[in-house]
């Protein structure tokens, strides 16, 4: 016999039974970070290919919802914060041994040239928009001469928005579940891989949607591959990651994460888009969507599961 | 530099909670909160039980991932090898809560992140922290490790200790007699 028990009796809100201090906010934030990452990276790297007029979608439109999706992103690591007046002390010191620091100063570069990005795009997709600010006119005129920078810079800090999500979570050691270097990789590509079933959904050319179907299935492959390794990652390590392991090969995250993510969000999305290239016909809106939906659903899982994984009182019921 | 911890004798605590609650009155913990609090662990088969007893709060630990992962500082070492929370620094973000293995904080209905402060409090003015003081089998002994002559380091000299989760890698401050 084992047994734990806290006879003192602890009830920290947010801390027991089990740990629960990061609610909806933060897998919403990681979902619309790594979407925001897809969708500014392949806008930057088509543009510099020179597909600004075959990809329109992709380089010109799909920016447009960046702002917005960040915005939504930023409000939701917002309302998680418990002292929000003190928000500012983000930004009175960069902490380098702090995943979080560093996240909060790339999006401090990305929120902006993100908006100063779609803004040298404004013209070309509402082309009846007029500025009324000789100014601000004069402004997107001097950035669209930037574009190239421009884009070298969004690829940059795309990539780093996309790992950065992962390797928020994998740097905490505290809680198994989350402490493997795979984390930063697989929300890189799934967050690409949502930006390219964005751009799919959106899309009305069809060599664009053929191209961003090749690439989502590449990804969702690259995915299942990382979400292998993650497991066998775990089941060869300590006992405390192969317990976290375990919480998804026949406990309590068995069904949800093998159907919802793995099942749905990757493996139909696959065929389906695989059955279109064959020349059978697959609305590409249901992959596109099945997409999206398991890479939000992905993040929650992570998130909640993370905090269920621990190394003491494992033992206590 | 001093480099404060504490020893604590499962031989000798009872769990009575005394220091649970002594912490509560000395700290003004919010009602329904804690800093420390008492785990007991059984092992083995009747007749041959086995139990210890400790009690646990934050292990002050050299090499704190809650200080690494705080992203304004607030988190930090003070000089003595506390670790503490700025209330004003901190932004409510709980990374430091999810990176504790031992889960010793919580955020302060006030929005803040707390936890125990080794009652930095009292040991500057040279009394002990409130738990060790009110222990009624003095079960606590706090003190500097770098002062090779003190009671902590005599005892964790002598008697066969352990820390919680070593393989944490935190380096933990809270020593168990065993």
Same mark, same amino acid.
């Given at each position: 016999?084992?047994?734990?028990?806290?006879?003192?009796?602890?009830?920290?809100?947010?801390?027991?039974?089990?740990?629960?201090?990061?609610?909806?906010?933060?897998?919403?934030?990681?979902?619309?970070?790594?979407?925001?990452?897809?969708?500014?990276?392949?806008?930057?790297?088509?543009?510099?290919?020179?597909?600004?007029?075959?990809?329109?979608?992709?380089?010109?439109?799909?920016?447009?919802?960046?702002?917005?999706?960040?915005?939504?992103?930023?409000?939701?690591?917002?309302?998680?914060?418990?002292?929000?007046?003190?928000?500012?002390?983000?930004?009175?010191?960069?902490?380098?041994?702090?995943?979080?620091?560093?996240?909060?100063?790339?999006?401090?570069?990305?929120?902006?040239?993100?908006?100063?990005?779609?803004?040298?795009?404004?013209?070309?997709?509402?082309?009846?928009?007029?500025?009324?600010?000789?100014?601000?006119?004069?402004?997107?005129?001097?950035?669209?001469?930037?574009?190239?920078?421009?884009?070298?810079?969004?690829?940059?800090?795309?990539?780093?928005?996309?790992?950065?999500?992962?390797?928020?979570?994998?740097?905490?050691?505290?809680?198994?579940?989350?402490?493997?270097?795979?984390?930063?990789?697989?929300?890189?590509?799934?967050?690409?891989?949502?930006?390219?079933?964005?751009?799919?959904?959106?899309?009305?050319?069809?060599?664009?949607?053929?191209?961003?179907?090749?690439?989502?299935?590449?990804?969702?492959?690259?995915?299942?591959?990382?979400?292998?390794?993650?497991?066998?990652?775990?089941?060869?390590?300590?006992?405390?990651?192969?317990?976290?392991?375990?919480?998804?090969?026949?406990?309590?995250?068995?069904?949800?994460?093998?159907?919802?993510?793995?099942?749905?969000?990757?493996?139909?999305?696959?065929?389906?888009?695989?059955?279109?290239?064959?020349?059978?016909?697959?609305?590409?809106?249901?992959?596109?969507?099945?997409?999206?939906?398991?890479?939000?659903?992905?993040?929650?899982?992570?998130?909640?599961?993370?905090?269920?994984?621990?190394?003491?009182?494992?033992?206590?019921? | 530099?001093?480099?404060?911890?504490?020893?604590?004798?499962?031989?000798?605590?009872?769990?009575?909670?005394?220091?649970?609650?002594?912490?509560?009155?000395?700290?003004?913990?919010?009602?329904?909160?804690?800093?420390?609090?008492?785990?007991?662990?059984?092992?083995?088969?009747?007749?041959?039980?086995?139990?210890?007893?400790?009690?646990? +709060?934050?292990?002050?630990?050299? *090499?704190?991932? @809650? $200080?690494?992962? !705080? /992203? =304004?500082? &607030?988190?930090?070492?003070?000089?003595?090898?506390?670790?503490?929370?700025?209330?004003?620094?901190?932004?409510?973000?709980?990374?430091?809560?999810?990176?504790?293995?031992?889960?010793?904080?919580?955020?302060?209905?006030?929005?803040?992140?707390?936890?125990?402060?080794?009652?930095?409090? +009292?040991?500057?003015?040279?009394? *002990?922290?409130? @738990? $060790?003081?009110? !222990? /009624? =089998?003095? &079960?606590?002994?706090?003190?500097?490790?770098?002062?090779?002559?003190?009671?902590?380091?005599?005892?964790?000299?002598?008697?066969?200790?352990?820390?919680?989760?070593?393989?944490?890698?935190?380096?933990?401050?809270?020593?168990?007699?065993?």
């Amino acid at each position: 016999m084992h047994e734990i028990t806290i006879t003192s009796g602890r009830m920290n809100h947010g801390i027991d039974p089990v740990l629960h201090a990061w609610g909806w906010e933060i897998p919403v934030y990681l979902f619309l970070g790594g979407l925001a990452a897809g969708l500014l990276f392949f806008s930057a790297y088509f543009y510099l290919k020179g597909k600004d007029k075959t990809f329109i979608t992709a380089v010109k439109t799909a920016p447009m919802f960046v702002p917005l999706l960040l915005a939504i992103g930023l409000g939701a690591l917002f309302l998680d914060l418990s002292h929000k007046l003190y928000f500012w002390r983000l930004y009175t010191t960069i902490r380098l041994e702090s995943p979080m620091s560093w996240g909060a100063w790339t999006l401090l570069l990305i929120f902006p040239l993100s908006i100063f990005w779609s803004a040298t795009f404004l013209k070309d997709v509402f082309p009846r928009w007029e500025c009324k600010i000789p100014m601000l006119g004069r402004f997107i005129e001097w950035l669209k001469e930037q574009r190239t920078w421009m884009a070298y810079g969004l690829i940059i800090l795309s990539a780093v928005l996309g790992m950065y999500t992962g390797i928020l979570l994998s740097a905490f050691n505290a809680r198994p579940f989350w402490n493997t270097s795979i984390l930063g990789p697989l929300f890189l590509i799934s967050g690409f891989s949502t930006g390219a079933a964005f751009i799919l959904l959106m899309s009305k050319d069809a060599e664009e949607r053929r191209m961003f179907s090749r690439i989502d299935m590449v990804l969702i492959a690259i995915e299942l591959f990382l979400i292998v390794h993650l497991f066998m990652g775990f089941l060869a390590s300590t006992e405390v990651h192969i317990e976290a392991a375990h919480l998804f090969l026949g406990g309590p995250y068995t069904a949800v994460f093998w159907t919802l993510v793995a099942g749905l969000g990757l493996i139909v999305p696959l065929l389906a888009e695989l059955m279109e290239l064959r020349g059978l016909h697959v609305p590409v809106q249901i992959p596109a969507l099945l997409v999206l939906l398991g890479g939000l659903i992905l993040r929650f899982i992570v998130v909640d599961a993370g905090q269920s994984s621990r190394w003491l009182y494992k033992f206590m019921q | 530099m001093a480099r404060y911890a504490m020893a604590i004798d499962t031989k000798r605590c009872v769990g009575c909670s005394d220091c649970v609650a002594a912490c509560q009155t000395e700290n003004n913990v919010p009602v329904g909160f804690c800093r420390d609090w008492i785990v007991e662990e059984m092992h083995g088969q009747y007749p041959t039980l086995d139990l210890e007893i400790r009690s646990e +709060r934050c292990n002050h630990c050299a *090499d704190s991932p @809650c $200080v690494r992962s !705080c /992203p =304004t500082g &607030a988190s930090h070492y003070e000089e003595g090898g506390f670790v503490l929370v700025t209330a004003e620094e901190c932004i409510g973000c709980k990374a430091c809560i999810v990176s504790c293995p031992y889960d010793a904080r919580y955020v302060h209905p006030e929005g803040y992140v707390d936890k125990c402060t080794f009652c930095i409090h +009292r040991v500057k003015e040279g009394q *002990d922290p409130a @738990c $060790v003081s009110v !222990c /009624p =089998t003095h &079960a606590f002994i706090f003190g500097d490790l770098e002062d090779t002559n003190s009671e902590i380091s005599k005892v964790l000299r002598s008697r066969k200790n352990k820390t919680l989760i070593p393989e944490a890698g935190t380096k933990p401050h809270i020593f168990y007699l065993i």
